[in-house]
């Protein structure tokens, strides 16, 4: 175990292992990646994996489309396979947010994301199988899909080790020292490192161990469950990659005749059982799973004849305005933090680690203004907005009670 490093990542998801990768591209040398388990063992490789831009503001938007280019581009700019599948997404709506749909994308076509407003017909003659008398619309974007995380987060971490970066594995950070208003070193359990630049991107983890160096992070924890529908033989071997807010679902196609899904951000997350970071995944509630098939089988009626194949669970930082937290903290100079993905870090995470980096070697993000996301903007009272605010929910009888 090194004594020293000019920088120290905290985190081995698709956000610290791209902050890492980043850093050593930038040119910085020495650079420490420190993972409490193993590369890409939680959210990231439990992710549902969708790559898309739909957002309701243009910062999001903006980092989503540059890691999109990432992902597409992934063996010439990182090497290997980061299992991105171009699909084509949609993002559907029911008729009470048409208008909303329309006002969205119009500000998502500003951004530069390629995304137009299609009708149900059009979304019937993409996906024959759907069921869409309840569909207002849907925006289309043709470069959408999905990737594999832990492709991802492994395929960084090694591209980060052959530009000099040391990944240490099962190494946990049980502390981060500050003395004179900056920060000076980690306590692991291994011993001291000492490094004037400390990056934590330790997901829902990450507020614990900020507290450590005397830094309050508005970081709380939210439990995701997600699961592999094994289709029938009566539908196509794939379909597009889909997030529907009118029933509060999201979906793409996984390995073989098998469906990715989760339960999408129309649920109340004070619904979802209280987080206990130290304790073991809980088994998938009941309701999820009824859940979970009436809203498949709800756009897909030959979905009725699935079953479940898998499930899974795991947590994620989440904050206020469901927005990140990406900045240098107040308290203590050099120390960074990249946390509060809310549910999207995984389609970010690489253009949050190319602006972190600028940020860090240069003192700016050039790659995307990530001023927004800055750390303070709660106590300024400027949380991030949703430009529009979609307004439909899960009908009552997709809600698993």
């Known amino acids: 175990m090194p004594e020293t490093a000019s920088a120290i990542v905290i985190g081995g998801g698709i956000v610290g292992t791209s902050i890492a990768h980043y850093l050593a591209a930038g040119g910085q040398s020495d650079v420490l990646l420190l993972e409490r388990d193993s590369v890409a063992d939680h959210a990231t490789g439990k992710t549902g994996g969708l790559i898309r831009m739909h957002y309701t503001n243009p910062h999001d938007a903006a980092l989503a489309l540059r890691s999109r280019d990432v992902y597409a581009g992934w063996g010439d700019e990182i090497g290997g396979d980061a299992g991105f599948n171009n699909t084509g997404f949609l993002f559907i709506v029911g008729h009470a947010d048409r208008a909303r749909l329309e006002q ?16 149900p017909e059009d979304v019937l003659q993409m996906q024959p199988f759907f069921r869409v008398d309840d569909i207002g619309g849907a925006a289309y974007e043709p470069r959408g899909g999905y990737a594999d995380g832990y492709l991802a987060a492994t395929g960084m971490a090694r591209r980060a080790r ?16 500050v003395a004179g208003g900056r920060v000076v070193a980690v306590q692991t359990a291994d011993g001291r490192i000492e490094a004037p630049v400390i990056c934590v991107a330790a997901g829902a983890w990450s507020a614990r161990l900020a507290l450590t160096a005397g830094v309050e992070l508005p ?12 289709r029938p033989p009566a539908l196509p071997e794939t379909h597009m990659t889909v997030i ?7 979906f793409h196609p996984d390995t073989g005749a098998t469906t990715m899904m989760g339960l999408g951000p129309a649920e109340v997350r004070e619904r979802r059982p209280r987080v206990e970071l130290d304790a073991d995944d809980p088994a998938i509630p009941d309701d999820w799973l009824v859940a979970g098939a009436a809203r498949m089988v ?3 009626p030959a979905m009725a004849e699935a079953g479940w194949r898998r499930t899974w669970t795991e947590v ?5 305005d469901g927005h990140m937290l990406l900045g240098e903290t107040a308290e203590a100079q050099g120390l960074y933090v990249a946390a509060g993905m809310s549910g ?9 680690g190319m602006c972190m980096a600028e940020l860090m070697l240069e003192g700016a993000a050039s790659t995307v203004d990530i001023t927004p996301f800055r750390i303070s903007r709660f106590d300024e009272g400027e949380e991030i907005p949703g430009e529009v605010v979609y307004q439909s929910r899960p009908p009552a009888d997709l809600w698993g009670e």
């Open 344 to 352: 999207s870090g995984f389609k970010t995470g690489p253009a949050v």
């Open 219 to 230: 970081v709380g924890a939210t439990r995701l469950f997600a699961g592999a529908l094994e």
């Open 162 to 177: 052959e530009l000099g970066v040391t990944v240490r594995q099962d190494t946990e950070v049980t502390a981060i020292e």
């Open 244 to 250: 529907d807010r009118s029933i509060g679902t999201y």
């Open 316 to 320: 994620d930082g989440i904050t206020a």
């Open 298 to 300: 709800r756009r897909i």
């Open 104 to 119: 969205n994308v119009k500000m998502l076509q500003g951004v530069g994301v390629d995304t137009t407003v299609i009708g």
